[in-house]
Nanobody
Framework: VQLQASGGGLVTVGDSLTLSCAAS????????VGWFRQAPGKEREFVST????????YYAESVKGRFTISRDNAKNMVYLQMNSLKSEDTAVYYC??????????????WGQGTLVTVSS
């Protein structure tokens, strides 16, 4: 499974941004996909995850109500809609495929990160 995250950029506090994660590979079927982020000097942290069917989604408390995860399996795409962005959302965002869990160790495949910078 190969994952490609994109959509990061420089935005202002309060803005919205949508990240995309493109997946490829025959073994992609059945995997949950999660988003994680890592700010400078900090550990990688869970943001959100979605089951293969899309029927189950989970969010970190820090983003609940502001971020929405979705997926389109026909296009092998997973999205993270981020609204009301805050400066503390600044980080490199990674998508990963694996189990429907909140810990990075549960994800077998990782994409490269995409940088989101929220300026005030």
């Amino acid at each position: 499974v190969q994952l490609q995250a994109s959509g990061g950029g420089l935005v202002t506090v309060g803005d919205s941004l949508t990240l995309s994660c493109a997946a490829s590979g025959d073994t992609y079927t059945g995997y949950a996909v999660g988003w994680f982020r890592q700010a400078p000097g900090k550990e990688r942290e869970f943001v959100s995850t979605i089951s293969w069917s899309g029927g189950s989604t989970y969010y970190a408390e820090s983003v609940k109500g502001r971020f929405t995860i979705s997926r389109d399996n026909a296009k092998n795409m997973v999205y993270l809609q981020m609204n009301s962005l805050k400066s503390e959302d600044t980080a490199v965002y990674y998508c990963a495929a694996g189990l429907l869990v909140r810990t990075p160790s549960g994800y077998k495949y990782w994409g490269q990160g995409t940088l989101v910078t929220v300026s005030s």
